[in-house]
C-alpha cells in the first residue's frame, strides 16, 4: 500500500471532490482537546489537520505517522509554509502496523480516513495494537466514510463507495474494497463513543471516543447530522 503518486495531488483532489467535507469531520472535536498534550496521528497525508491541532491545542506534541514518505515531505513543506511551531512535531514514516511509539502512551490519537484502507482481519489487529499505547482519559478522534442503514442515501453510498474503492486499490494498492466500521474493535479496547456527527446525508461521520476505565464501553450521547 503507498499513497506516493497521489502526494502531489492530494490537496487539490480533495478540494474539488468533497470542499471543506472531510476538513470538518477532521477538526470537528477540535474544542475538546485545549489540554492536550501528547498527540498521535495515523495516516494525516496533507490534511491541514496537523496545523488545526498545533493552534487548538498550544501544548502539545504532534506525531504524525505515514507510511508514504512523499506524503511526509509534502506535509512538512506544508507546515512550515504555514508557519507551523515545526519544534512540536515529529515526522515519522512508517506503517502503523509495525511502528512502536518511543513517546507513549498519548492522551490524544487521530485516525482521519485512515481506518478505511484496512481490511477486518488488519483493522482489527491495528486498533488493538493502538489502544495499547493509550491510556484511560485518551481521546480517540475517528472520521471516515459510512453507509447509511437504507433507502436512498444507502443507494447513493453505495455507488461513491464502489468509484473510491476502485480508484484506491488501483492507484495506491489498499487491501480492503469496502468500509469496515471499527466501533467493535474500540468498544473491545475499552474505548466509550461520547458523540458521533454525521453529515453529507449519512456519507461521513466524526466520532469522538474515550478510553474507559471499565471493561465495558457504554453507548455515547447520540448521533447528530
Known amino acids: 500500500m503507498s499513497f506516493d503518486t497521489l502526494a502531489p495531488h492530494y490537496r487539490w483532489m480533495e478540494s474539488v471532490l468533497a470542499g471543506p467535507l472531510l476538513q470538518q469531520c477532521r477538526t470537528r ?11 498521535l496521528v495515523l495516516g494525516p497525508g496533507r490534511s ?29 513543506r506544508d507546515l512550515r509554509d504555514g508557519g507551523a511551531a515545526m519544534g512540536r512535531v515529529t515526522l515519522v514514516h512508517a506503517d502503523a502496523r509495525e511502528w512502536t511509539p518511543s513517546s507513549a502512551p498519548f492522551d490524544t ?9 484496512f481490511a477486518p482481519v488488519d483493522l482489527a489487529a491495528l486498533v488493538a495494537r493502538v489502544a495499547q499505547w493509550s491510556i ?24 461513491i463507495h464502489a468509484l473510491m474503492y476502485a480508484f484506491f486499490r488501483a492507484t495506491t494498492g489498499i487491501a480492503a474494497c469496502a468500509v469496515t466500521p471499527p466501533d467493535a474493535y474500540l ?12 453529515s ?7 466520532d469522538l471516543w474515550v478510553r474507559s476505565t471499565t471493561s465495558s464501553a457504554g453507548a455515547g450521547r447520540g448521533i447528530v447530522e
Open 29 to 39: 472535536y477540535l474544542g475538546h482537546l485545549a489540554a492536550a498534550r501528547n498527540v
Open 136 to 159: 484511560p482519559g485518551t481521546r480517540w478522534l475517528v472520521s471516515d466514510f459510512r453507509m447509511p442503514a437504507a433507502g436512498w442515501r444507502r443507494h447513493r453510498a453505495l455507488a
Open 109 to 117: 490519537i487521530a485516525t482521519h480516513f485512515f481506518l478505511d484502507c
Open 200 to 206: 453529507n446525508l449519512g456519507l461521513l461521520h466524526a
Open 187 to 198: 468498544a473491545r479496547a475499552r474505548f466509550r463513543l461520547v458523540q458521533r456527527q454525521l
Open 48 to 76: 491541514r489537520f496537523a496545523a488545526a491541532m498545533l493552534t487548538a491545542a498550544p501544548d502539545a506534541r504532534l506525531t504524525l505517522v505515514d507510511s508514504s514518505h512523499e506524503m511526509l515531505e509534502h506535509l512538512g
